[in-house]
């Protein structure tokens, strides 16, 4: 039976070692939370670091033998990989660069090669336990790699990957010097799942600029696989928190602090210590209310719950300083014997406490520069039991994607964040419990189950979609019985496209005239009794009559915007513009300077952009820019931009090779069909085809929605010449 297996860099369980020996305490975080619905089931398993390093194989063999009873596979980790590879290449190059914090990236070889090992250790931990068909869900940045480690090694596996942080502008991503390898290790995976949308089109755009792999639909197509991408916003756990916020240990630690408080209300935010969370910023605008709004002096606190977190780090260190040395100025300059304007606490709570503090605050800052969702602020929204509560968010945390009811502000604009403060503090209650209650139902319905179970069945689908897309190869058993059917059938259609299908590519489009035996065989086709030939090619109609109009067939041009039925007059599939060419046009010429050996092919209502004679590099790169420049121009118009193979080609939305394709048919029963094409716009074609239609797409290996492959125009036109025997 297939199992599901969690992968993250820490275990959802910290082993500690204190005078008593080894004690085991579980994380109350809410992805352990979430996940303890899959990995506690069963056979399946979470497999990461315990937190500690181990003394001796002894040590070793007990924590295995105890993390084992709760499902749980531990990865021991010596300190210098957790210098190299945590501290290191994870939180001193991945972070800094995901967050938008550039600056503070190193750029350390060794780093490197210690994320790269880390992951190949993370690797044989997981192939030591997961067999051939199991689901595998990887979590986080620290785990980039190991999607394609596992895939070389299992290649059925369906593989997961989720990250918990932003992906940001390809323009940061192409700064570090090892982002190939980090964009294909992720691309190991079938579903690659982010918090927003907008993080999944920056991640699209990395691999289209720096891979030059294109992607259509959310879909990723790879040398030997089709990768998904989707947005999955994580939840929380609602109801704990919810039911955390109503428990009497809250409302009586609750009462505490009120009483010390006294009618002092209370801001309140909680971050882990880190220079993405806009701490600092936050401190100067809580210090620009109360100079802008002097009231308020004397009225309102800020308790400022700061988490001890990655302090090995430079930049951790010296953020703390700036805090410590900030909070100290402010309070020094505000205070009074019985008003503290900053309650700073640098430790962490228990939920109890956590929980009394969401209660009683007014208002809640969060306010990160960059956060790849942030909980916090959902947490604050489930603990409101009363709907009293306003939710200031930063625009630039994942989480304001969802939470549009809160003040949502820009982190580093300091007097607007001073004026939401205000704002938050003279909400009145109806506002505030209109905006709370549609946030609570937003939180409570998308929450971390809502979250698991969306992703899972999303993996279960895209294994199921690239099973359905595994396409074999036309085998002599295969062709015997299509020649079965074909001699069986009373009507019988072959649809051909033209280039890459009945001949081989020529640098030269214009060279690629068919030669004296593929005129005699489709001159035999055509002859054959109740067959009719369709040739459905992307070529202009001019060119197809001069090379093939002698002969008595039928021919779909342009991708199906000309039809010609045989012996009669071109006829356009529906009316159409091409007055869009005269803008347009100066784009690809653009290109074409920029890119030598391109060239433009101008055809009645298409444009196309040629670049077979270019470098391969630079082709594939000028064709991402260009597929990115021509889909901005071509935005909200009826024009579409179509990848052919070494082809770019603007044309009229909606008409394709498949709805010419179909509209022959209507026009035209019969019980046989063989078409057979070779590039993604014959996709359309074999998608307008009856499921009993034998289609086929030639090249090797390629996936498609056709039945069958078939390696060249060689072999079609031998599989052709056996229907004239
Ligand atoms: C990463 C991404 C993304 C904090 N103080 C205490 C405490 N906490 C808990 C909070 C919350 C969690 O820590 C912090 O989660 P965030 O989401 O805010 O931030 P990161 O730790 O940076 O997490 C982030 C997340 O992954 C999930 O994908 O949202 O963007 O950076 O749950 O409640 N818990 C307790 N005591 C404390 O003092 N018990």
């Not at 939370?33 to 070793?60: H, M």
């Not at 501290?87 to 503070?104: D, M």
């Not at 780093?111 to 067999?131: I, P, S, T």
């Not at 797409?697 to 229907?723: D, Y």
Request: aromatic share 10%.
């Amino acid at each position: 039976m297939s199992r599901t297996l969690i992968v993250s860099n820490r275990l959802p369980t910290k082993v500690l070692r204190n005078d008593d020996g080894l004690t085991f305490q579980p994380s109350e975080g809410g992805l352990a939370t979430g996940l303890g619905s899959i990995y506690k089931q069963g056979e399946n398993l979470w497999i990461g670091w315990p937190g500690l390093f181990v003394q001796d194989a002894a040590e070793e063999e007990y924590i295995r033998t105890e993390l084992r009873a709760d499902n749980m596979a531990p990865v021991f980790l010596t300190k210098a990989e957790i210098r190299d590879f945590y501290e290191g290449f994870s939180n001193s190059t991945l972070w800094p660069t995901f967050h938008y914090f550039s600056e503070f990236a190193t750029y350390e070889q060794s780093h490197w090669d210690a994320y790269v090992r880390v992951n190949e250790k993370f690797c044989a931990a997981v192939l030591a336990q997961a067999g051939p068909e199991d689901t595998i869900w990887i979590h986080d940045y620290q785990l980039l790699l190991l999607p394609e480690m596992l895939r070389k090694a299992r290649p059925e596996a369906s593989i997961g990957f989720f990250l918990h942080i932003p992906f940001p502008s390809q323009e940061l991503i192409r700064v570090l010097p090892w982002r190939e390898q980090l964009l294909r290790g992720m691309l190991g995976a079938d579903l690659i799942g982010f918090h927003t949308f907008g993080y999944l089109r920056h991640f699209l755009s990395a691999v289209s600029h720096l891979l030059g792999l294109p992607a259509q639909n959310g879909q990723i197509e790879t040398a030997s696989r089709t990768v998904r991408v989707d947005a999955f916003p994580m939840g929380i756990d609602y109801e704990r928190y919810a039911l955390a916020a109503a428990s009497p240990e809250a409302q009586a630690h609750e009462a505490v602090y009120l009483e010390a408080l006294r009618d002092t209300r209370v801001i309140l935010s909680i971050d882990r210590l880190d220079y993405t969370k806009g701490i600092a910023q936050r401190l100067r605008a809580f210090d620009l209310l109360l100079q802008r709004y002097p009231e308020w002096r004397g009225q309102v606190s800020l308790i400022m719950l700061v988490v001890p977190s990655r302090d090995q780090v430079a930049q951790y260190a010296s953020l703390k300083e700036e805090i410590d040395e900030l909070v100290g100025r402010f309070n020094a300059q505000y205070r009074t014997i019985g008003w503290n304007p900053i309650l700073y606490f640098y430790r962490s709570l228990p939920l109890e406490e956590l929980a009394a503090l969401y209660r009683l605050a007014e208002v809640a800052l969060v306010t990160p520069i960059r956060d790849g969702m942030n909980l916090v602020a959902k947490e604050y929204v489930a603990s409101k039991i009363d709907q009293r509560g306003v939710l200031i968010l930063s625009e630039r945390a994942g989480a304001a994607r969802e939470l549009s009811d809160a003040i949502i502000i820009n982190p580093t604009d300091m007097g607007q964040l001073a004026e939401a403060m205000h704002e938050a503090l003279v909400m009145t209650e109806d506002e505030q419990v209109a905006r709370m209650t549609a946030m609570q139902a937003l939180v409570k319905r998308y929450n971390i189950f809502a979250w698991t179970k969306l992703f899972m069945n999303q993996l279960a689908y895209t294994k199921m979609k690239q099973h359905t897309l595994a396409t074999e190869m036309l085998t002599p058993v295969v062709t015997t019985q299509l020649l079965a059917d074909y001699h069986g059938a009373k009507q019988r259609l072959l649809l051909l496209d033209y280039d890459g299908t009945l001949v081989g590519f020529h640098p030269n489009p214009q060279r690629a005239e068919p030669d004296q035996e593929l005129r005699l065989l489709l001159r035999a086709l055509s002859e054959l009794p109740d067959t009719r030939v369709v040739v459905i090619s992307g070529r202009d109609r001019a060119t197809l009559t001069k090379w093939l109009g002698h002969l008595p067939i039928d021919f779909i041009a342009e991708h199906g915007v000309w039809l010609r039925a045989a012996g009669q007059e071109w006829e356009l599939f529906q009316a159409l513009r091409n007055d869009w060419m005269r803008d347009l046009r100066p784009v690809l010429e653009l290109y074409v300077a920029r890119t030598a050996g391109s060239f433009i092919e101008e055809k009645d209502f298409s444009l196309v952009w040629h670049y077979r004679r270019v470098d391969t590099d630079l082709g594939e790169v000028r064709a991402r820019e260009l597929l990115a420049h021509l889909s901005f121009m071509t935005a909200n118009t009826d024009l579409q931009v179509m990848e052919g193979n070494k082809v770019l080609e603007i044309k009229n939305a909606g008409i394709n090779k498949g709805t010419a394709a179909a509209r022959w048919l209507a026009a035209n029963p019969v019980d046989f069909i063989l078409a057979l094409g070779d590039d993604r716009t014959d996709e359309d074609t074999f998608r307008a085809m009856p499921p009993e239609a034998y289609t086929v797409r030639v090249g090797a290996g390629v996936r498609s929605l056709a039945r069958f492959n078939i390696s060249s125009p060689t072999e079609v036109r031998q599989l052709l010449r056996k229907l004239l025997v």
